[in-house]
């Protein structure tokens, strides 16, 4: 394919949705969340598209005011940490996050024994709650 032809394609991609590469509003936000909801389900075609669209999220919910305090509580903190926050936010039990599994290693992975998140419960739960999977990960 020729250059200009990507070129033109991408001009029209973004044009038609510019939330993929940065979002502006609230509105762009939900745009970009329900994209993202039609692409994970065949995530191995739209990896590409996906990676962009959620660094276009990241950047929006880092940033804007809506995710203000939410940020400042989980800045720090590590999976385990941001876990047992949604869940007090959402007045969840180790019976209500199917997205890891049993109660019992629901218990496991919040008293550190010997269990971790793993990359699908993340993906599963930032689905569920509509956050970024960065939020899981350790920040200084």
């Known amino acids: 394919m020729e250059l200009a032809t990507i070129a033109a394609k991408a001009h029209e991609l973004f044009r038609e949705a510019p939330f993929i590469a940065h979002i502006h509003n609230d509105d ?3 745009q970009a969340l329900a994209l993202m909801d039609e692409l994970i389900d065949d ?19 880092e ?3 809506e995710f203000a305090d939410f ?9 385990v940490a941001v876990l ?10 180790i ?4 997205e890891i599994g049993s109660k019992s290693l629901v218990s496991k992975i919040l008293n550190g024994r010997g269990r971790h998140l793993t990359r ?20 200084h």
Do not use: C
């Not at 047992?84 to 039990?93: T, Y």
């Not at 019976?95 to 199917?98: F, I």
């Open 120 to 139: 699908n419960h993340i993906q599963a739960l930032s689905q569920r709650f509509d956050i970024s999977p960065a939020l899981f990960f350790h920040r």
């Open 84 to 93: 047992k926050l949604l869940m007090e936010q959402h007045g969840l039990g």
């Open 63 to 65: 940033t804007s005011e």
């Open 28 to 30: 762009d936000y939900r």
């Open 43 to 61: 995530y191995d075609d739209n990896r590409t598209l996906i990676e962009v669209l959620e660094a276009s999220i990241e950047r929006w919910e």
């Open 71 to 79: 940020n400042a509580r989980v800045a720090g903190l590590d999976d």
């Open 95 to 98: 019976a209500d996050l199917p």
